[in-house]
DNA sequence: ATGAAAGCGCTAACAG
DNA sequence: CTGTTAGCGCTTTCAT
């Protein structure tokens, strides 16, 4: 291992170029202030050898970090119920890179534990603004970022307060698959619902419920299953379903996995996809259009909502106003042979 | 939005506590010249400020940022050839937290680009030291790096120098995978490979000829394919063996996905899997265990990937001895149906 | 055992 | 138009 070397700074282009380090800081940002020449001059020593500002003393003197942190539950749950969480990662990327913004990357620190209490990543300076992954409705920590009055970006549905959110429609969603599988002339509709203390489970479970409401059937308690996300809980509501003789005729699932181990059991019992039971899931992770039959599922914008996302805190640091303060995403469902739709085409 | 606050500093717990700001930092490290009483003190009004170091101020002053930066390749491409990216990042996260480190995230700036420039991200002081994801193997970024000597370690094989690096056996997996496909009378066992200007895919392609050689069947490269990742590669492959008239009795992919295009493609052909040909794939993705057959494949242990190098860096910038300057950590193959394994136990 | 003072690299305020 | 000065918040000698 090399020693570390150690790097030119702003005096040594001082030095060097014969003017003060306060003139090259002036010079290096473009300000008008400083002559031309100078400022040429000053722009060759730097080049030549290969100057790089120091961006923590820079920091500690703008109080700015140019960084933006993203926090998400430390929960390895997390990792597996959001399949796309890479997308989200590549938009917000995207567009902090393209900000010329740094992102750090957190886990929500336990509530009581001290060393790693969320006051510390607060005020430790090293992010200027936070994109917070929504974590369970009874979460408490977004309540202290607010206090501490730090630019926040939220990304789910918060209740009063005026905080920035980027959402996606997931009522909407629900509202459309089920009232999709109204339309192809389904009746028993089986909602299988992620975890309700998440929200996203909630507003789908409203969506499925406007959606039979406004079509007048009836919404039936014994044909919704709380579940965990996981493929075998797919697969164990079928085995129920068919253990006590319910009748249905499609299957809506709040997430993909859930969907398919439906499918899959259906199947299993000789049960037809789509002639017998339509299904429906959410996510549209890769594995749905490989399944037989493919899968129809809610395609989230996941790609998107982290570039707004990014976007908005970004424009909350520069003071640049933001256009609105809650924007919701569509998301987009995506129509394949599993709900029986006849003809892409012309569902889409 | 509120303002932000002024944060609670040194100087005003020195100012309260009635002793200097010297004594004070002393005090709050635990430093044993300073007498237990006024520690105490110093302790309790600090806790009563909510007091939190601002860590650019002692990033300034100790020339240290405690933070790993995660640099990885800027193409959407990445994230769909590596599934376990998400893996491999919690496991980097957990040592990372553990160590009091913080954790950047970065993309590969490209080599031509002056403001995204490597020089920028190394020397600007934002991260003690690197963590590289394997890119390319005419990638020359990791030798810039090296030439500044900063601490970093590399997550796959590198050729002379002695860099720290942590790398998966994918030579030993593919060997085994291979073996095993003889061990149950395969003889003419196709290769679809990854492009073999990664690393993997190389490493994979000799695993699967030394595992032909020891075994006395020949190396054939008519069975041999160079492919991009994708499910519709698979397809691909296989289409084109039938339309040739090609005999096969085994296929061996570069990964799940293409593992599962072949396998799809060989039943509509009528062929059966695993009766017929034996399919074996890489990554173990969750739908390895939902086909139909269960798909066998090779574990990548991402996650304790992750752990290794962030646990490897950080001993590097703590001083602390490194054991070994390359860790190759094994992988696992998963055996499932697609193989034709008669019993998983015993095949183990 | 504690305090004074210096200084990390940078920029903002103020002089000239 | 340019230079001087003063600090951002912290740690670390060096005195006391």
Redesign the interface.
Known sequence: ?????E?VTLKDIAKISGVSPATVSLALSGDKRVNIKTRKHVEEVAKKL?Y??????R??RSKK?D?IALIFPDT?HN?FTH?Y???L??GI?DTV?KN?F??????TPKMNDE??SY??I?????ADGFILWPSTIEDKNILEI?G????LVYLSKWHNDNIVTVERDDFGGAYEATKHLISLGRKKIVHISGPLNYQVSVDRLEGYRKALEESRLLYNPALVFEKDFL?ENGKEVVENLQKNNVEFDAIFAGND?MA?GAM?TLQKFGVNVPEDVSVIGCDDI??AS?TIPTLTTIYQPMRKIGEIAAQKIID?LKNEKVNEITTVVPTELVIRRSCGAKNNEIML
């Open positions: 291992m090399k020693s570390k070397k790097f290969n790089v500002p120091n961006e923590i003393g920091s500690l970090a960084t390895t990792a399949p969480f890479v997308e990662l590549e990327m890179v010329d740094h992102l750090m990357i957190s886990t060393k790693a006051s510390k607060l005020k430790n300076r090293r607010i501490y009055g730090f630019p493929y996995l398919i899959d890769d594995m490989m909350i």
